[in-house]
């Protein structure tokens, strides 16, 4: 089936190409718009205490199940496209690629933290709380389902998925990794935080291209917004 599916007609990759374009360039342009506007984007927010509010967690499940059902139309008759399988490389190649692509991250974020910046890209995004509040514990913990794996799942199958399936095909699979990792900065509206974002991306980008999978950088992906989270709260 996959063999079939690869050879299909290049003017319809074309086209799932142009929407993809079209929806992660909104989602960025939406982002960018509320960044500088001081209100909330599509997948950030404005305060630093929304994820102790259960709002959070509604609003934030109902926004990715839209985003998912976008990406699923562009992919429709052709999910493959969206490389949700196991690693064909096998579980424990997959985890030792997955650990690099951690390593490397945080090495990223440790050198980015040494820079002069503004504000740290944490803090520019808004979601980290600033103290820990028992009180409201279940939000917490439902936002951190959110944020840890709802979100991953969405965002891998939309850009290490759709958009690395339909980019590779058009312009080979290095230019991809880091077309996807660009795009994946870009669409969460951020600007000191691209520092981090863009090699996250290509990261995981490269993860993806590795275990032929989406699956692996699910895994990667929810770990380092979960850390994030529960460092925040912790520190």
């Known amino acids: 089936m996959e063999v079939e599916a690869a050879q299909s007609p290049p003017r319809a990759s074309r086209t799932r190409l142009l929407f993809w374009i079209l929806f992660v360039g909104l989602i960025s342009l939406i982002n960018y718009a509320a960044r500088f506007s001081g209100g909330s984007g ?3 927010k404005s ?3 929304e ?5 959070t967690f509604v609003g934030g499940t109902i926004l ?14 052709r999910f493959d496209l969206l490389a949700l399988r196991w690693p064909r490389t096998g579980w424990p190649k997959a985890l ?4 690099a692509a951690v390593i490397a991250v945080f090495a990223v974020e440790g050198f980015v933290s040494l820079l002069p910046l503004p504000q740290s890209p944490g803090k ?22 959110l944020f840890a794996v709802i979100a991953p799942f969405v965002e891998e199958l939309t850009f290490r998925g759709a958009g690395q399936s339909l980019l590779n095909t058009f312009v080979g699979r290095v230019p991809s990794i880091l077309l996807v990792g660009l795009a994946f900065g870009l669409a969460h509206g951020l600007v000191e935080a691209l520092l ?9 980008a490269w993860l993806r291209d590795r275990t032929d999978s989406t699956v692996p950088g699910m895994l990667v992906h929810g770990l380092f917004n979960g850390t994030a989270l529960l460092l925040a709260v912790l520190s």
């Open 124 to 145: 520019e995004q808004g979601l980290a709380p600033t103290h820990w509040e028992p009180a409201h514990a279940g939000a917490f913990a439902a936002n951190l389902i």
């Open 196 to 204: 981090v974002l863009v090699p996250f991306g290509i990261a995981l």
């Open 96 to 99: 030792g690629l997955g650990a």
């Open 51 to 55: 994820v102790y509010s259960y709002s």
């Open 64 to 77: 990715y199940a839209v985003w998912l059902g976008i990406v699923l139309l562009i992919c429709i008759d």
């Open 42 to 44: 599509v997948s950030n």
């Open 47 to 49: 305060t630093h205490d």
